[in-house]
């Protein structure tokens, strides 16, 4: 805010390649934007499509005209971008009505995963049973490796059985098995890009 009455991915990669982190969760990405972000910040993407993707190369068109007036109708995708090496990639569809909602995950090369979500946003029990589908896929693919589930929960104060709270701020959170925070949290400022604010933590493994 204000409108920008532009396609703002330039200031989006620049925001994203002027912090340090290792993988990076985000959601509600243009489904053409992964790309481009992954050669901005030295990484690579791993993307799933969500809601609003049907005639995408018109969504597209309007959104590089007026994206101010499209917002979230240009299309959607969640996206995690990887700076350490990644040997898997998995999707877990959560939800089709009223929006396709998915979780996906990476494999890093040391054998822990990092899971991607973005829940419904209401009523809260949809988003509860978003989560709930996302941690069991979760759970399932890293089989008792160290896991991190993260992104936008829609939830104030999720509850997962074996995930505890490493980092969150509003409806985002970053739950973890088999980690703890190396430090203290941080909440960074994306204004005026964004009306979440992004999380950022360190983790070391758990003793």
Do not use: C
Not at 14 to 42: I, N, Y
Not at 136 to 146: I, K, L, T
Request: glycine share 8%.
């Amino acid at each position: 805010m204000p409108p920008a009455g532009r396609p703002l991915l330039r200031e989006f990669a620049a925001a994203l390649a002027g912090w340090e982190w290792d993988v990076a969760l985000l959601q509600e990405v243009p489904p053409w934007w992964p790309q481009a972000l992954a050669r901005a910040t030295g990484a690579e993407p791993y993307a799933v499509r969500t809601s609003r993707n049907a005639l995408l190369p018109v969504r597209r068109a309007l959104a590089a005209r007026r994206p101010d007036l499209v917002k979230a109708n240009g299309g959607g995708a969640n996206v995690i971008l990887a700076r350490l090496p990644v040997v898997a990639h998995a999707r877990r569809r959560l939800t089709l009505l009223p929006e396709r909602r998915w979780a996906h995950g990476v494999r890093l090369a040391d054998g822990g995963w990092v899971v991607n979500l973005h829940a419904t946003v209401r009523p809260p029990e949809r988003a509860a049973a978003d989560v709930e589908r996302a941690a069991a896929a979760a759970r399932r693919w890293a089989a008792g490796s160290p896991l991190v589930l993260g992104g936008d929960f829609n939830l104030r104060r999720p509850e997962v059985p074996g995930l505890r709270r490493a980092a969150g701020h509003y409806v985002d959170h970053v739950l973890v098995a088999g980690w703890e925070p190396a430090g203290p949290a941080d909440v960074l400022d994306p204004r005026p890009l964004s009306d979440h604010r992004p999380v950022a933590v360190g983790l070391r493994r758990s003793p």
